[in-house]
């Protein structure tokens, strides 16, 4: 069974850094690229970020241009996201998902920008 | 605002057929780039629906179906049930931004 676990979420003040790891099993992680997604309260989907299936490339959104960075490790089937410079608008459920003919998502995981 | 747009709302009576359009341009649907479909209820993530245009997942009814022409795609659900309220949000890769690129989201009001 295809499966992505989101992990590493929490509560982190502004102007602080956060890394969230999103856990991968049930498929080749590296043959597909794979993304990040965020969501708002209330809000709806908006992509983060992509990196490609051996890292050697990666693009971003430009509200997280600068601040944020994707990375994968190949060998232990995780995808990261290095949050630095974090903002109360970084608040929201971030989901991992897994690009081919059918994405996959992961259940996300709640990051809470506040003082 | 979003690189694809749908419309904020659509209703319907159980029973009923609606449809929910997204369009979007030449560096993402228009350059035929597969546009995805999802269902999310309060709380939860966001469901697989229609993946590649037109096809459905394993244990997706067939009430749902999804098309694309152009620069724009559709979502129909027909006999509409009272469990289909939800958020629906269509999604497709855009070549100018190199990632993926999603619409604001309907909101489906079943009467």
């Known amino acids: 069974e295809v499966q992505l676990v989101e992990s590493g979420g929490g509560l982190v003040q502004p102007g602080g850094s956060l890394r969230l790891s999103c856990a991968a099993s049930g498929f080749t992680f590296s043959s597909y690229w794979m993304h990040w997604v965020r969501q708002a309260p209330g809000k709806g989907l908006v992509w983060v970020s992509r990196?490609?299936?051996?890292?050697?490339?990666?693009s971003y959104a430009d509200s997280v241009k600068g601040r944020f960075t994707i990375s994968r490790d190949n060998a232990k089937n995780t995808l990261y996201l290095q949050m630095n410079s974090l903002r109360a608008e970084d608040t929201a459920v971030y989901y991992c998902a897994c690009s081919g003919t059918s994405p996959t998502w992961g259940q996300g995981t709640l990051v809470t920008v506040s003082s | 605002q979003s690189v694809l747009t749908q419309p904020p709302s659509v209703s319907g009576a159980p029973g009923q057929r609606v449809t929910i359009s997204c369009t979007g341009s030449?560096?993402?649907?228009?350059?035929?780039?597969?546009v995805h479909w999802y269902q999310q209820l309060p709380g939860t993530a966001p469901k697989l629906l229609i993946y590649g245009n037109t096809n459905r997942p394993s244990g997706v009814p067939d009430r749902f179906s999804g098309s694309k022409s152009g620069t724009s795609a559709s979502l129909a659900i027909s006999g509409l049930q009272a469990e289909d309220e939800a958020d629906y949000y269509c999604?497709?890769?855009?070549?100018?931004?190199?990632?993926?690129?999603f619409g604001g989201g309907t909101k489906l009001t079943v009467l």
């Open positions: 999604h497709s890769y855009d070549s100018n931004l190199s990632g993926w690129v």
């Open positions: 990196i490609n299936n051996d890292g050697s490339s990666t």
């Open positions: 030449r560096s993402n649907i228009g350059a035929g780039y597969a």
